[in-house]
């Protein structure tokens, strides 16, 4: 029974969206407002996959496109900027923002609980608690100023 199907070739499904250089020009106004790739796709009335086969097929296109993210960045920086400074400015909002639209780079911006690669840390943090704890405790113990010596100890407290 199988040998009765034909095989069919791979066709490409929906239609293909025409290219226009204007395209270019809308895009580059829209990262300048802080728009997305998805918030461009949207208001070119086309996929974001349309968006990457155009920037493979036109050169113009795909400068807009990387130019595009900076001008995106620009935007949400100069907002977090200004924003600092307006009394209800939420820059928790504002951070979440960059990390989900510029990730690596703003990773750190609020410190999350625990890192997977903090014990190195927390370990530092626990032997400067130790050296302070034993500096404390030898000017606790001692009586009087001529006490407490000048030079380090052998553990370099």
């Not at 979440?96 to 530092?124: H, I, W, Y």
């Amino acid at each position: 029974m199988s040998s009765d199907l034909e095989i069919l070739g791979h066709r490409p499904r929906g239609r293909l969206t025409p290219y226009d250089a204007a395209h270019s020009k809308r895009v580059l106004e829209l990262a300048a407002e802080g728009a997305s790739k998805t918030e461009i796709a949207a208001a070119l009335c086309v996929s974001r996959k349309t968006l990457q086969t155009w920037g493979a097929a036109h050169p113009e296109f795909r400068w807009a496109m990387r130019r595009a993210k900076d001008l995106e960045l620009a935007w949400w920086l100069k907002a977090g900027r200004q924003g600092q400074f307006e009394k209800n400015w939420n820059a928790a909002s504002w951070a979440m923002q960059m990390r989900a639209r510029f990730g690596k780079r703003f990773e750190s911006c609020v410190p999350t609980s625990q890192p997977p690669g903090s014990l190195k840390d927390s370990l530092n943090a626990k032997r400067t608690r130790e050296d302070m704890e034993r500096k404390l405790s030898r000017i606790a113990d001692a009586s009087a100023e001529a006490d407490v010596p000048c030079e380090p100890d052998g553990a370099g407290a």
